[in-house]
């Protein structure tokens, strides 16, 4: 199915009311179900206690932008399977080397052969918690003292907890990764918020969205219970709006029922923001290309991903196809660039834009 490519809406006021970007005229978006998730801890999960409002203070305490230093205290990683692969090409390496541990020599282990070329994926498969918070923490920790600078987020998840899936996307938007939802794998509920925090989203598969689910909720009524909601919502909208997605997203996790999936077309992916280049990053990035690459590269870089969008998205429901498809791009627009190799559109899949690095640890994940 082609996907269209729709302007950006602008919503306007501080309403809490929904806020809902529309197709252009002519456009069908079709409302597609499936039966919700049944296991009780996934699909959109919310478990922190809500209280309510005090009054607003005139003067808030401005928070602080500094992350915590990453906390390695002994994790098990029950809610899922993690696998670590220096290779981007998965139909050839498959998934990568099982990760047999959140510790730290563990890690370490597993990702420093990913040294020499200078990519990292990262394969999950499992439900948004605290584990994969750290998962992601110490990932992106132990990349970035590593030097690998090209990570992948290979995806595969049914949703979680809320609270961290934002967590977990605020990490994964401030180290640099690529969110990956092949074919063969989803991303339902919570999981939405994770890759909506990737510089790069490349989507063949399932992403759907269903109301947040309140866990240990006091509620007695509608009226309580949306109380408690509409703070958690309010969370999830500045969290989207921090990463370019539009706030229907948000409000669609406060009307579709949980017990049922409302699964996104390609439309609503592009028009909501969700699928291609992170908006907030291109434009973040903008600014400091054009100084340190020049506007010529800026100007070339744009006019890639407009093709990238129009040729290879539209064309492929395969995650390594979209790939095929954008090197031959590359190629065309004269990419990677010799003075910027890393700014590169998808330069995730170069292996020679760094010198190798020597190392003692094994070969590469299989």
Partial sequence: MSKSRFFAVICLGALLSACNPQPPEGATVPLSQTRGDTDPRGGAISDATVEVPAPV???????SDERPETNWRPMDLTSG??????EHDYLADGDGEPLPSLGFSAMRKALLPCRENGLLRLRYRGKVSPEFTALIERTAELAESLGIDKRILDLDSTGGQIEQAIIAGDIIGESGWTVWVREDSVCHSSCVLVLAAGDMRMIAGKVGIHRMIRIGSNATSR???QRELQEVHAQVREYLQRNGVAFAVADLMMTVPNRSLRLLTDAELDLYGVDGRN?????????TLTRECGEAFVQRKDAFFRAY???????????DVMADCG???????????PECPVESPLSEYDVSTRMPV?????GQGA
């Fill in 57 to 63: 203070d005139p003067a808030p305490q401005k928070p």
């Fill in 81 to 86: 399977k993690a696998w670590v692969s220096c």
């Fill in 223 to 225: 009226a309580e219970l």
């Fill in 279 to 287: 908006a907030v990053e291109d434009d973040l990035q903008r600014i």
């Fill in 309 to 319: 969008d129009k040729e290879c998205r539209a064309s492929s429901e395969q995650v």
């Fill in 327 to 337: 090197q031959v791009l590359r190629e065309r627009f004269g990419f990677p660039d």
């Fill in 358 to 362: 020597a190392t003692t640890a094994g």
